[in-house]
């Protein structure tokens, strides 16, 4: 089962709302991602999670709040967005073998997110 | 540094035919990676296929192949009896093993067009 969840699908947020997007993964994965796709462009690294710990934060806005509540579990909060901040935004997770550069990462479906 | 270059923004190919879509990557890092994924316009991003730089053979999957030919430093991927469903944007990505980051560096992407 290669299976990441994300909820919701479609998010539509006025500029002083707050809001959370959920991502999950049962496949034991030790490594989570946030990344942020903007059309037709390649996804952003925004967020890693290795071992429930912050590993990288890619410079990104402190509206983009990060949380991994457990292993299989991460949140990204949003608060005070900009219509600019509209995007695709995936999660992945990954296994984090030994021999890192054979590390897959598997994608969700993605959250679309307009800030009006 | 290491750098992934997709070199075609747009293929065009008529359902049932092969269609190659080319990658080149640039790292100095004897221990690598290189990842195929698809993106149909619903988003989620697909592991496709993945090559190591001590690989042998060239992985195959179904209906994907990959063509490694390491001294050209290229991993182009081939999609055989094309399908309908095959249309969607494709991304080369790679990482890096010894002393380099195991996140991927993703290419521009190509968006394949599949004709009945």
């Known amino acids: 089962d290669t299976e990441v969840t994300q909820t919701p699908k479609h998010l539509v947020m006025g500029m002083t709302n707050k809001k959370s997007l959920k991502c999950e993964q049962h496949?034991?994965?030790?490594?989570m991602y946030w990344y942020k796709q903007k059309a037709k462009k390649p996804p952003e690294l925004m967020f890693v999670?290795?071992?429930?710990?912050?590993?990288i934060n890619e410079s990104v806005p402190s509206r983009f709040s990060p949380e991994c509540p457990n292993s299989s579990l991460l949140n990204l909060h949003l608060h005070a967005l900009q219509p600019e901040d509209s995007a695709l935004y995936l999660c992945?997770?990954?296994?984090?073998?030994?021999?890192?550069?054979?590390?897959?990462?598997?994608f969700g479906p993605g959250t679309r997110l307009t800030v009006l | 540094a290491q750098k992934i270059t997709q070199t075609q923004p747009g293929m065009f190919v008529q359902e049932k035919e092969a269609v190659t879509l080319d990658c080149t990557y640039d790292t100095s890092d004897p221990s690598y990676g290189l990842f195929w994924y698809k993106q149909p316009s619903s988003g989620e991003m697909i592991f496709l296929i993945y090559q190591g730089s001590y690989d042998q053979q060239n992985a195959t999957e179904g209906r994907y192949s990959l063509n490694f030919q390491k001294a050209r430093k290229s991993a182009n991927l081939v999609i055989s009896a094309s399908q309908l469903g095959d249309s969607a944007m494709y991304f080369c990505?790679?990482?890096?093993?010894?002393?380099?980051?195991?996140?991927?560096?993703f290419g521009r992407g190509t968006s394949l067009i599949v004709h009945p």
């Open positions: 999670y290795s071992y429930e710990k912050l590993s």
């Open positions: 496949m034991g994965h030790r490594a």
């Open positions: 990505a790679m990482t890096q093993g010894t002393g380099g980051s195991y996140i991927p560096t």
């Open positions: 992945a997770s990954s296994h984090l073998p030994r021999r890192r550069s054979t590390d897959t990462q598997y």
